[in-house]
Every structure is written in C-alpha cells, then in structure tokens.
C-alpha cells in the first residue's frame, strides 16, 4: 500500500547535514518532515507518529544510529519502516553491520541529491515531483 504522503524523519546530530537533506526531499517530493539531532528523540518521535521513512546517521554522540536501528526493531510501529542509513564513515566493516541489522539502503556522506532521490524512489517506489533530478 503507498502512503498518501511521505512522511521522512531525519535523524543527524549535525544540523547542516539535516538541512539539506530536508532541501532535496522538499524539492523532489511531496512530504513531510520530521527531524532530530539526537536518536532517543527521534524514537520518542516515532513512536507517537510513525514516519513512512527514516534516513538516519550512523555516527551520533549519545545513542548512535545502530543503537537507534536496534531499538526500531525491537519496536512493532516500527520494525518495519524502511532505513537509509547514512554514514561519513566508508568502512566496509560498518556496511556489513548495518546491512545485517536491516538497513534498507545506506549512503556514504557527503550526501548527493540524485543518489538519495534515487534510493527513496526505488524504495519506496515514488516518482520525484521535480522529474529532471
């Protein structure tokens, strides 16, 4: 079933990063944002109000994006929500990790607008509004 709208949360303790990846998910989609810099917030978040997809950063202080992967799917309302995981770390090691715990996608930072239209369109089987990404 596709949802009526995209509802994305945003999960990066760096506020730059959460800005731009807001831009091109408002550039390309019709949706709504949701966002936290911090993985205990976002899942206090998600649980009240589900989100259709969450791109989270893997590498946070407090509670990491493993952890917050971990707590999703111990979570019925949100075991199943799709996952791109993003990461400025390129270490195979960490790919494999988050694959196993069930990363839907993941992206290597800096992220580009055509891979990150590119990936939620596939998952989730979307057209972009703006069709010349």
Not at 94 to 100: A, F, G, S
């Amino acid at each position: 079933m596709k949802p009526n709208r995209l509802k994305v949360m945003i999960i990066d303790d760096d506020f730059s990063s959460r800005r731009l990846i807001e831009k091109y998910l408002r550039d390309n989609f019709a949706c709504e944002i949701m966002q936290a810099d911090d993985g205990s917030l976002a899942l206090q978040t998600m649980v009240k109000d589900p989100p259709t997809l969450v791109i989270l950063d893997m590498v946070m202080p407090f509670m990491n994006g493993l952890e917050v992967l971990k707590t999703m799917k111990k979570n019925s309302r949100l075991a199943q929500t799709p996952v791109i995981a993003c990461t400025a770390v390129d270490d195979p090691n960490m790919v494999r990790e988050i694959i196993k715990m069930g990363v839907n996608d993941y992206m290597v930072k800096p992220i580009e607008k055509e891979t990150l239209v590119q990936k939620i369109s596939k998952l989730l089987n979307l057209s972009p509004v703006n069709s010349t990404t």
